[in-house]
């Protein structure tokens, strides 16, 4: 069953096309990788999702419930992380969560349990302007997992990580599912990410899908069209490559 | 709840501290004065507190009116600065309810700064004009008209505030508004009747004119003019962005 379903979607900015025609389908209880380059419209369609900008055509559901009707019931099941992270630098980590908390209407459990996950509660205590990159990183994230939401929205979530804390998130996030029931969409410019995380992936080009299935799928698909299949990056280098290469024609 | 949010957002801020502070400054013009020319206000006659009023409350409504436009730009400035506003928009609560909890907590401040203010003035008429009856009731009643003369530039603040994501514009807007008002005719009536100019207007004369009734009505009507402008601009920054 799809929980998140997308129908044409399109959103033009003036005579630019940053989402086009997509046609994405998000089973229930997947970690779902939506990957393509800078650029090539992956926030701009999570952003539909969360109701932060409107599709210029098309349409999708989220748990069979759509903007700007049932645009608290969604948000209410979605945790999201969108670009860089957002918070009040003037606030602890602990209290920027608990407003959060509260807006959710989440009992005071939750802000522990969002720390422990990510790994923030020994800083719990410190302002976030002071936190590091990657735990600002991890703040966001924690501000998504907050409650453990049904739906996991996260873009690009391990930008400006270390080694460590990119291997720490990933290993978070493919763990999510098993933790709890849990759906997530993560974004991400690097297939080699993409591919120890996600049970499904979505290729993203200049707002155009090129490719959206199993990793097995992706391999024998890209097998048959002649596209180097040893390493996965390459293959999707590629294959971003020939669709710029269509593209200019 | 939601007022209670936007209360613990202007923690560290020095929000609350700033509004205490000018408070205490704004009460120290009525001291000063009387310390040092009491002999010339003493001859004046009249109610105590209105003597008070007329000598010492355009520096006192200018001080206010800073500390709104400061207030609104602090507000806005912890919201833009590590971008806290984008968090609660994917969040289910409406950006209308956190904008008017922020005009409830300014609210709330600017009636805690008059109050201090007042209690000042009313210091200073029982101590300097020492056979003072001062009626508590009529106390009360100019704090609560400078109060709700305050209450468009409070609103029509935060609503400029909120428009600029770089807090030096709104600050810079907010600046040139409060000098601009402070220098036009007070006693054209329509120039009296704006926001940023109002709270310089006092009880006493307003009252003379036969205006109070006038100055209230208008005081409200801006006051849902601005909320229902900011209504108005966050729908058309849902949909156009
Ligand atoms: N508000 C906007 N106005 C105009 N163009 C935009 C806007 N937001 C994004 N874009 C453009 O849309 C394209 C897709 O952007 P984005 O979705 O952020 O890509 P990604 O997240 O995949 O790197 C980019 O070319 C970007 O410049
Ligand atoms: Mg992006």
Partial sequence: ?????????????????????????????????????NGAGKSTTMKMFLG??????????????????????????????????????NLT???????????????????????????????????????????????????????????????????????????????????????????????????????????????LNHGH?????????????????GFPVDNLEETFLAMVEEDNRRRSK | MVPKIEYKKLKRTGYVPAFLLAALLAGAFPVVNMAVRKESFL?????????????????????NILLIVCGACMMYHTEYTDNGMQKMELLPVRQTSLFLGKFLIASIMTAVMLSIEFSVLAGCAVYWFSDSRLNPMILICHLSFSF?????????????AQAFRNMWISLGIGVILVFTFSILPQEQLFFALCPFSAPYQLLDNV????????????????TLLFALTEFICLKIRRNFS
């Fill in chain 2, 43 to 63: 001859s004046l006659g009249g109610e105590p507190l209105s003597v008070l009023l007329n000598a010492n409350w355009q520096m006192m409504a200018m001080l």
């Fill in chain 2, 207 to 222: 009252h003379a004119d036969g205006h109070v009734g006038l100055f209230l009505e208008i005081a409200a009507l801006e």
């Fill in chain 1, 52 to 89: 932060l900008t409107k599709p210029t055509d098309g349409a999708f559901h989220i748990d069979k419930k759509r903007f700007p009707q049932n645009r608290t019931a969604i948000l209410k099941k979605i945790g999201s992380f969108i670009e860089s992270p957002a918070f009040y630098g």
């Fill in chain 1, 1 to 37: 069953m799809n929980i998140i379903e997308t129908n044409h979607l399109t959103k033009a900015y003036g005579s630019f096309t940053a989402v086009s025609d997509l046609n994405l389908h998000i089973r229930k209880g997947a970690v779902y990788g939506f990957l393509g380059p």
């Fill in chain 2, 148 to 160: 709700i003369m305050l209450l468009p530039t409070i609103i029509l603040m935060l609503l400029i």
């Fill in chain 1, 93 to 203: 980590g602990q209290e920027n969560l608990d407003i959060i908390r509260k807006i959710l209407g989440l009992p005071k459990e939750s802000t522990a349990d969002a720390l422990e996950l990510t790994g923030l509660a020994p800083v719990k205590d410190r302002l976030a302007r002071k936190y590091s990159l990657g735990m600002k990183q991890r703040l966001g994230l924690a501000g998504a997992l907050i409650g453990r939401p049904p739906i996991l929205i996260l873009d690009e979530p391990t930008n400006g990580l270390d080694p460590v804390g990119i291997h720490e998130i990933r290993s978070l996030i493919r763990s999510l599912p098993e933790k709890y029931d849990c759906t997530v969409l993560v974004s991400s410019h690097l297939l080699s990410e993409i591919e120890l995380m996600a049970d499904d992936i979505g290729i």
């Fill in chain 1, 209 to 225: 899908l090129l490719f959206e299935g199993s990793l097995h799928d992706l391999k024998s698909q890209a097998h048959d069209a």
